[in-house]
């Protein structure tokens, strides 16, 4: 263990959470009125913004259009003031095309593809403050613009990270604790069925902690479920009272 | 130089001030409201509509988030923002974005573009023309990318793919006017919607969320040979206002047909055009109209 220390004796963590407490979430939907659906989510200092674009018609060549299913297109891209130092990030880097490939396919699960054929649902996520768990955030970000365009989708997608630290399982990793090596990994579910739709470990974990570590992350997922379901079913309710929707 | 700017803080907007109380006065219906995952119904008597899947162990599902409707046994999820859906019959608005070989492929703001036959319009010189080879190389005479057209759906597809007729004088290409792009769930759908309104602009609404604004004149005058006669200056202010009401009126979620135009129109005349698209004035505008429309009906 370096100079650090994760998690205190007292069991609290360098922000002051304990082990398995989230960071606060908030979420704002429809910030966008150009694109289809957009939402603005921030998990303590990570704030990540997605818009969605489509269905539509396939661009740039039709030769990509798949007749019986949508093709689901995302683009990953971080602001250049996103972290503590600034930096331009050009949009084809290793670390974006990565994050684009976790998201595409991801999305290519939940979206029910096959009742837009021959159409394009583009995702674009843009990260404007990261502090760690970025794909998680990003991931979460995307699904909440997806329902707000109204894009038929299987569940939501939720992730959360989760890392170990002196065999204890901390959730929502910021970027302090991201940073320490070989500790966390992300995991995306579809919370109705419990179903892992993603799981990343891009750094080394023993095998004994591994099962440990996705079993928190999951009751993470869990969590966000319940917050964005009631975000959602509110929304909809009140608008729902003011659109006529029988005609 | 500058002698009437506005200035005032982004603070003291009053925002949504309104929206607790608008849910109150037409929230009386119960409506069930789900989330894209949410089980509706585990009996298996029920048929599956748009915006719902089945699942073996779960029975029928949500795939979206919006409203649950049931006729019969059919049961459909509406989502309360989504792309135009359309149906045959529906009056639509679009813009024309390729010419193809026999056909125009026209933006109407849904999943694909629309597909408008050349033998699906009727060209100048009679209803009963025979369209030949030199009309295909004249297509782009009558209608060229860019150009706005009104149109009702013929047919859509299984997949989804649909195609539009102008084979009524109500339709054809639009002239001088303003178009105006709203959420199509906003759109009522009515009788009519072709409207000449009373302050003698002529109000085109499309089903698909695309309303075209335009003067009396230009409704009568003959399609595909554009009028570029001047309108006049009381003419074009009624054309903006209806244009800025109308924007008012769908940021704040009010259905849009003939009558609450018309009101928002009434309301509108104690502000100037410029003002009603301060945030402010289209609240009042949006507030006052909702309140008509509440003791009228």
């Not at chain 1, 990570?46 to 269905?55: K, R, S």
């Not at chain 2, 009963?128 to 860019?146: A, P």
């Not at chain 2, 001088?176 to 759109?187: A, D, E, I």
């Not at chain 2, 940021?251 to 509108?268: F, G, Q, V």
């Amino acid at each position: 263990m370096s100079g650090h220390q994760y998690l205190s004796e007292e069991g609290f963590r360098v922000d002051g959470r304990r082990a398995q407490e989230m960071r606060k979430l908030d979420c704002s939907l429809g910030v966008f009125a150009q694109a289809d659906g957009s939402a603005y989510v921030k998990e303590g200092n990570t704030v990540v913004l997605a818009a969605v674009y489509g269905p539509h018609e396939v661009r740039g060549g039709r030769v990509k259009a798949l007749h019986d299913r949508a093709v689901v297109n995302c683009q990953f891209s971080a602001a250049t003031f996103s972290t503590a130092e600034r930096k331009r990030r050009p949009r084809g880097d290793t670390k974006s095309v990565e994050m684009t490939l976790h998201l595409q396919q991801t999305f290519e699960t939940a979206i029910l593809t096959k009742l837009y054929p021959r159409c394009q649902i583009d995702i674009f996520v843009e990260v404007l403050q990261a502090d760690g768990s970025i794909l998680s955030v990003a991931i979460n970000a995307a699904t909440m613009a997806l329902v707000d365009a109204g894009i038929g989708l299987r569940d939501y997608v939720c992730a959360c990270s989760a890392g170990v630290f002196n065999d204890a399982a901390l959730l929502d990793l910021n970027n302090l604790e991201e940073s320490q090596k070989g500790t966390g990994l992300t995991v995306a579910i579809l919370p109705k069925t419990e179903r892992i739709v993603l799981v990343d470990m891009s750094s080394k974990i023993h095998s004994d902690h591994v099962s440990k570590t996705i079993e928190a992350a999951i009751e993470g997922c869990k969590d966000i479920h319940a917050t964005f379901d009631a975000k959602i079913k509110e929304r909809v309710g009140r608008l729902a009272a003011l659109i006529n929707t029988e005609n | 130089m500058s002698a009437d700017i506005d200035v005032r803080l982004f603070s003291s907007r009053s925002r949504s001030k309104s929206l607790a109380d608008e849910s109150e006065f037409m929230g009386t219906r119960a409506k069930i409201v789900v989330s894209p995952g949410t089980t509706i119904t585990t009996d298996g008597g029920f048929m599956r509509g748009h915006g719902t899947y089945l699942e073996d162990e779960n029975g029928l599902l949500s795939a979206v988030a919006g409203v649950v409707e049931k006729v019969n046994k059919l049961i459909t999820v509406r989502p309360l923002k989504t792309r135009y859906n359309p149906e045959v019959g529906d009056v639509v608005v679009g813009r024309i974005v390729q010419v193809c070989q026999k056909l125009w492929k026209v933006d109407v703001g849904g999943r694909l573009y629309a597909a408008l036959h050349l033998h699906s319009v009727n060209l100048p010189g009679g209803e009963l023309r025979r369209k030949s080879i030199e009309d295909e190389l004249l297509m782009s005479q009558y209608l060229i990318d860019g150009d706005l057209v009104s149109a009702e759906v013929q047919n859509v597809g299984v997949d989804g793919a649909v195609s539009l007729h102008t084979r009524n004088l109500k339709y054809g290409k639009l002239g001088q006017g303003s178009l105006v792009q709203v959420s199509p769930s906003l759109v009522k759908r009515c009788k009519t919607h072709f409207h000449n309104l009373p302050n003698g602009v002529h109000l085109v609404i499309g089903l698909n969320g695309f309303l075209w604004i335009t003067h009396e004149g230009e409704a009568e005058s003959s399609h595909f040979a554009q009028n570029l006669e001047r309108v006049d200056y009381h003419t074009r202010e009624s054309i903006c206002r209806t244009r800025n009401v109308i924007i008012s009126l769908s940021r704040y979620n009010i259905m849009l047909y003939d009558t609450t135009i018309l009101y928002a129109y009434e309301i509108s005349t104690d502000y100037s055009i410029a003002q009603l698209l301060k945030p402010e004035i289209q609240m009042e505008v949006a507030h006052l109209t909702r309140q008509k429309l509440q003791l009228e009906g």
